[in-house]
Every structure is written in structure tokens, then in C-alpha cells.
């Protein structure tokens, strides 16, 4: 996104919250460029599982949570020069399992956010778009989370499901820009997202 511009999806969404009538609610961007769901780097912090209690269930009055994290494991762990055939479909669930027991212990709720397309990425290879795929279809259809938000549906290219939509496409084949974050914050329902009738905000 521009620099500055606080045109980040959750940038978006908080202000498509804002212009709703009712409680006012708020949205923490807990993201970190560069991020690993299962491991920690020296770049870019402990992985999403070591501080998921810390960064996002620790906020004060927090009751929901979108999860979108996984593509750099994805992509540093099976990319053209990071090949570790141990990075699985069923690693990557097993973390998001680990952040959905983690939320519903604290009663609350959760909701997955497919992976985006990275065709064309610097990381990216076929058998990294493979794990994509799955964990995409996973997040889907099992039932896991609490509902989803089918970002990969939204940013892909509908000429390649494989790539980001040109349109929205940053110019690195990975990241958004500023139209594809909107688009990103656009997509997601905000009836789940708000206080449901007879519930405390």
C-alpha cells in the first residue's frame, strides 16, 4: 500500500465499520511484514503462533479475529531456494488449529482468510501453489473457523486463478496495492463482524 496512507485492508475495514450506525468498533492490525505462522525469524518476529496470545487476544475487548497468514511459509519453506519438504498442508492446518483453540478458549470468534495467488512471486513454485491449494480448500470447506473470508476468491486474476488480478497487483505478483487492499476490505461481510442482537459490543 502508499506509503503512509493507511490504505492497508484492515485500514479499510475500520473504515467501513466506521460508517455504520451503532456501536463503535474498532480494528487492530496485529500484521507483520514478512511473518511465518510457525516460525520465528529474525526478521520478522516470533512466528503467528508464539504471539497470537500476546498481540491479538490480549487486546482489550477484543472479539473477533481475521486470520491471514501463511503464504510466507509457504513460500520461504518450498520456494526455488528454500526447498524443506517437511512444510505440509497438514502443518499449516495443524497452526491454524493451534490459533482457533486459542481464540475459543477466550470465547472468540475466528474467521480464515483464504491465502492470496502468488504466481509470478519471487518465492513462489509449483509445489508451493500445491500446499496453497489445500490449505485454501481446507479453510473452505472443514468448518474450523467460525466463518471465512474468501480473499483468494476476490485477488485472483480470472484469466490465472494462479496470479493476482493485474488490477490489484502492487507489481511484485504478491502484494496488493492500494485497490486490491480496498477490494480485500470490501469483501468481507460486516454482519459477522457486528454485535449480533441482545449481545454486549
Known sequence: SSVGGNDRWPDDLARRLGAVAGPTLSVADEGIGGNRLLTASRCCGASGRAR????VLDQPGVRDVIVLEGINDIGL?????HLDLGLTPARVIAGYRDLIAQAHARGVRIFG?????YQGAGYYSPAGEAIREAVNAWIRTSGAFDGVVDFD???CDPA??????P??????RL???DAGYQAMADAINLDMLLPRQGHAA
Not at 490465472?160 to 488480478?165: A, G, Q, S, T
Not at 488490477?167 to 511484485?172: C, H, I, K, L, V
Open 52 to 55: 497470537f496470545a500476546r498481540d
Open 77 to 81: 519453506s518450498v520456494g526455488p531456494r
Open 113 to 117: 482468510a483464504t491465502l492470496l495467488p
Open 153 to 155: 476468491a476476490v485477488m
Open 160 to 165: 490465472n486463478p494462479l496470479r493476482l488480478n
Open 167 to 172: 488490477a490489484y497487483d502492487s507489481g511484485d
Open 175 to 177: 502484494h496488493p496495492n
